[in-house]
């Protein structure tokens, strides 16, 4: 069959997997510019100016432009009715045209990000009524006309943050189910209703004055709140005006927000609550962290300030935590720390445990087991930490092992003692003695953590390489993880005097290193300033270690008597095979003198 009936026959195939292929997946039948990138219906481009766009081309987004386009107008939207989704990050736009969006009727996406827009009027959005999404985040925004959004009536998602906003538009669309207005200037919150609203973020505001009427957000899930002397009282976070809540912030300037006790009760007993953040709030007591029955399971306070004085038996339960955040609040760090677990803080669902800046010195093994058992993340990060064998050593152990993952451990260092200060907890040597295994059979090394000065008392005359110098003075100016091994002589060097006069003064040097780091009184369980705590719990002291000095110069007393009575007994013997040999000496001599003799009486 010839090659040209071949491909008539194929055409019709070819036809029909075109018209079935994924306009996604068929970028080759597009036309791009040159100075961007597609892929199918997509064009990615960077430049100073818009390129002509394939009329088949649904999303278009335009990046860094140099030189910038100032003004959005008609002129540029004319050749982009074709578009759905329409993306411009840091072009260097200052202001959106009246009508000219509204040159796109399919846009549903719109981003102009990154930007310095200043002002938002009432034919900005004209024409536009299929937008869904609108992002306007990072411009310079400080003026919208109420009304301007009225018009979006497909509109779900608005986002307006970081800009220079002081109060929320209005007229807002109804069916919005998110508003972020983070980090802006509002100082007043008005009555929303927003019956479709799911998020809403007010954070990083100046808001002094909240309506306490907001029954209309009844489908809110998250909501954080952001500003400076004001309160949250009942009226306000209730189970009636949010009986959907999920996650609640509250956040802080000075002197900070106040929840009063009736909204720390409220906030108990809201079922429906996972995800709770203080910052920078003012509380009358601790009570609010009482909730056997809570379902709560990621909890964050940071600088936080009791109004009064709350007793240390306080019972406080959280059953179903995950995630416990005390970060820079030394209030609740000590409650956790100190509180016995009978009484307070046990997380047994608690997997990471963060407390950064909480002026924690030491934390006990047996602590953590207690308190949080299934522990997997710890954060100990910017804290003066006492670093000693017997209180943080088992941190290190447990990281090897992978049985816990220390978070900021670039930032988790010892504050004490003063040879270690700085030094990563990961990598510091913590214990200063090593004791030799049941099947070690040498001499165990001794590890000089401080400068130590010990004399070697003065030997016999005789020379040995092995042997230390007579009446000098070692001193050890070694780091921590330096290992120093004691000078050693040969076994048939050895005489009595020498053997006694060393094993006091190996004994005393063992007690002497097993008291290094222990000149003062061992650091409680759980040492932590609590800021505005009064009367902190008392320390708890530990068991002295003055026995592992004592084990330790008897072991080394032990080997040096052994290895003193195994030369005594080499030269011994060595003593009776000199005396053979000259013995026998004296018989071969006595045998050749005969023999000259005989030899000159046959000559004469």
Known sequence: M?????????????????????????????????????????????????????????????????????????????????????????????????????????????????????????????????????????????????????????????????????????????????????????????????????????????????????????????????????????????????????????QGGEPGVKVTTGAGINIKGMTTLRTLELDSCILNSLQLFNQPNSRLENLRVSDLKIKTRTPTRSGIKLPSIHVFDVSGSPILAHFFLNTPAREGFVLTELTTLKMSRCNIKTFDESLLLSKAPNIERLDLSHNPLECTCYGLSWIPHYVREDKLSLLGEENTTCASPHHLTGVPLLTATLCPIVFPSKEQTTIPHIIFPEEITFTVPPTSPKSSTLRPISNTTFTSKQPPNTTTSLPLTTMDELTTTEVAETSTTLAAIAVNVSGIERSGPPPAIAAVDAGTLENPAEPKPRRPLAWLGIAAGALLLVVLVVVAVGAVVRRSHNRHLAISHRRIDSRENMVAMAQICRSQDQLL
């Open 2 to 250: 010839p090659a040209s009936a071949i491909l008539l026959h194929l055409l019709p195939v070819l036809f029909i997997l075109l018209s079935c292929m994924d306009p996604g997946q068929a970028s080759f039948y597009l036309e791009c510019p040159q100075e961007c990138e597609c892929t199918g219906p997509v064009a990615s481009c960077k430049g100073g100016k818009i390129p002509p766009l394939d009329p088949r081309s649904t999303q278009f987004s335009l990046d860094s432009a140099d030189p910038p386009l100032r003004v959005f107008s008609t002129r540029f939207a004319q050749h982009m009715d074709h578009l759905v989704t329409l993306e411009l990050s840091s072009v260097g736009l200052t202001k959106l045209e009246s009508g000219a969006l509204g040159q796109i009727p399919q846009l549903m996406v719109l981003n102009i990000t990154r930007n310095n827009i200043t002002a938002l009027n009432l034919g900005t959005f004209e024409n536009c009524s299929r937008l869904e999404s609108l992002s306007l985040e990072n411009n310079n925004i400080q003026v919208i006309e109420n009304g301007t959004f009225a018009s979006l009536t497909n509109l779900m998602n608005l986002s307006l943050a970081q800009n220079a906003i002081t109060f929320l538009p209005g007229q807002l669309p109804g069916q919005l189910r998110l508003l972020d207005l983070d980090f802006n200037r509002i100082a007043a919150i008005p009555s929303l209703d927003l019956d479709q609203l799911i998020t809403l973020n007010l954070c990083h505001n100046m808001i002094s004055k909240v309506d306490q009427n907001q029954d209309g957000m009844q489908k809110l899930q998250s909501l954080c709140l952001g500003g400076s002397n004001f309160t949250v009282s009942e009226h306000l976070i209730n189970a009636k005006n949010f009986p959907k809540l999920e996650s609640l912030k509250l």
